[in-house]
């Protein structure tokens, strides 16, 4: 079992920046692809950016490209998110989730039912 947990969030006035954590323990762990998603209340769980299980490649969704990047440490088995420039629509409950790359082949994907490991959200409140 894979247990995935995020941590960062916080209250920001629009402008800062913020970076979130995501640590996924487990069997292999650090051949997960990771990815984050962020979800307000009412409407459907977005994604953010993703990232190969070796860093090497990453992929960021157009409303953040710009302003937020994903990296990871394999070494602290630990997954970055950079957010900078917040705004206030950037407000909401950010997932990491992760799925195992077992050809390691490099993938990353942008849609939510390619992971299996979720964790519970982390916050993100942006003021204006």
């Known amino acids: 079992q894979v247990h995935v947990e995020e941590s960062g969030g916080g209250l920001v006035q629009a402008g800062d920046s913020l970076r979130l954590s995501c640590t996924a323990s487990?069997?292999?762990?650090?051949?997960?692809?990771t990815a984050w998603f962020y979800q307000n209340p009412g409407k459907e769980r977005e994604f953010v950016a993703a990232?190969?299980?070796?860093?090497?490649?990453?992929f960021v969704g157009d409303s953040v490209r710009g302003r937020f990047t994903v990296s990871r440490d394999n070494a602290k088995g630990t997954v970055y998110l950079q957010m900078n420039s917040l705004k206030p629509e950037d407000t909401g409950v950010y997932y990491c989730?992760?799925?195992?790359?077992?050809?390691?082949?490099?993938?990353?994907?942008?849609?939510?039912?390619?992971?299996?490991?979720w964790g519970q959200g982390a916050q993100v409140t942006v003021s204006s």
């Open positions: 989730a992760a799925t195992f790359d077992k050809y390691y082949s490099g993938t990353v994907y942008y849609l939510a039912e390619e992971y299996d490991y």
């Open positions: 990232i190969s299980y070796d860093g090497g490649h990453t």
């Open positions: 487990g069997r292999a762990a650090r051949n997960y692809v």
